[in-house]
């Protein structure tokens, strides 16, 4: 659960992502693992978007009004995507925290 604080002095709020930096750190570890990246970020993300895409000009698919479901495929992949990013951006250190934790490493 997020929680926010404010620092009455700069007036800066701080909140505490705790679930989504596990999530983060859940998604890195996916996205090391080979039949993740086989699977999703090489097939489902690049291969079966480019077939797909390529399927929109298909004189078949136009004739059987099939392309809104093309297209409904793609959105799926571009949300799953989205989600990604999205992890990211919320659940990943602050370069302050990096510097941090490298510098703790040293010591």
Do not use: C
């Not at 099939?66 to 799953?80: D, F, H, P, T």
């Amino acid at each position: 659960m997020n929680t926010l604080e404010t620092n009455d002095d700069s007036n800066i709020i701080e909140i505490d992502n705790k679930y989504w930096h596990d999530l983060y750190l859940a998604l890195k570890r996916l996205e090391e693992n080979k039949d993740f990246q086989k699977l999703i970020l090489e097939t489902y993300f690049k291969d079966k978007a480019v077939n797909l895409v390529s399927m929109l000009a298909n004189q078949h698919v136009v004739n059987t009004n099939k392309r809104g479901e093309i297209m409904e495929e793609l959105v799926a992949i571009s949300r799953l995507q989205d989600f990604f990013i999205y992890v990211k951006n919320l659940g990943a250190p602050a370069p302050d925290d990096e510097e941090d934790s490298d510098s703790n490493d040293l010591v």
